[in-house]
């Protein structure tokens, strides 16, 4: 199966710094990466979707302006959480799917952000 | 948005087959079913998919009901690395909206027994 990777598997910050979170596709193009966050014992949540090249599109509830995401190229999605406060540790997890018809997303192991 | 029902827990016995159950009676023609599963702290796991047919692989069963309103996953020999949160998604590829999107629910929770 495809192989994703999350960089870093786990983050602490002082509250009010930015933390970035990259996701990678190691062994396939992924022409489009998801991000979700999950907060303890809930499910995960669909954050927003990148295409490589453009824009992401975000899910409703979530600030574009606080979670910049970048999908600079076929195999590589950053997540930037910006002035990080305390409500914002969670787990995030990034997926990718390597072709607009592919049924299968391929998930990331996950990083734990807490924030002090 | 076709939703999905699952039980909130079950448990097995080792060695011994699940059935995890999944009701969506809501599913559109072009939904596919889709399930994942999670451990503990870990991202998603993909498990099976398909549309119509029962479907194999090396991991699991998936029988889907004939008016497609229901489907099973089944886990022949549960080890107690199986062990996780079971997630039935549907998923629909034609759809331009949140319809194509994976929509994780509450899962099962399955939980192995020695």
């Known amino acids: 199966g495809a192989v994703v990777s999350q960089h870093p598997s786990w983050v602490i910050c002082k509250s009010g710094t930015s933390v970035k979170i990259e996701c990678r596709s190691l062994d396939f193009q992924a022409t489009t990466m998801f991000w979700y966050r999950q907060f303890p014992k809930q499910s995960l949540m669909l954050m927003a979707t990148s295409n490589e090249g453009s824009k992401a599109t975000y899910e409703q509830g979530v600030e574009k302006d606080k979670f910049l995401i970048n999908h600079a190229s076929l195999t590589l999605s950053t997540l930037t959480v910006t002035s990080a406060h305390p409500e914002d540790s969670s787990f995030y997890i990034c997926?990718?799917?390597?072709?607009?018809?592919?049924?299968?997303?391929?998930f990331g192991p996950g990083t734990r952000l807490l924030v002090l | 948005d076709a939703k999905t029902t699952q039980p909130n827990s079950m448990e097995s016995n080792e060695e011994e087959p699940v059935h995890l159950p999944c009701n969506h009676s809501t599913i559109s023609g072009t939904d596919y079913i889709h399930w994942y599963r999670q451990l503990p702290s870990q991202g998603p796991e993909y498990v099976i998919h398909?549309?119509?047919s029962n479907v194999n692989n090396r991991m699991a069963s998936l029988a889907i009901a004939e008016d497609r309103k229901s489907s099973t996953l089944i886990l022949h020999r549960a080890t107690l690395r199986d062990a996780a949160v079971y997630y039935c998604?549907?998923?629909?590829?034609?759809?331009?909206?949140?319809?194509?999107?994976?929509?994780f629910g509450s899962g099962t929770q399955l939980t192995v027994l020695p």
């Open positions: 997926s990718a799917r390597r072709d607009y018809s592919q049924e299968t997303q391929y």
């Open positions: 998604i549907l998923r629909d590829p034609i759809s331009s909206g949140s319809a194509r999107q994976l929509t």
């Open positions: 398909g549309l119509t």
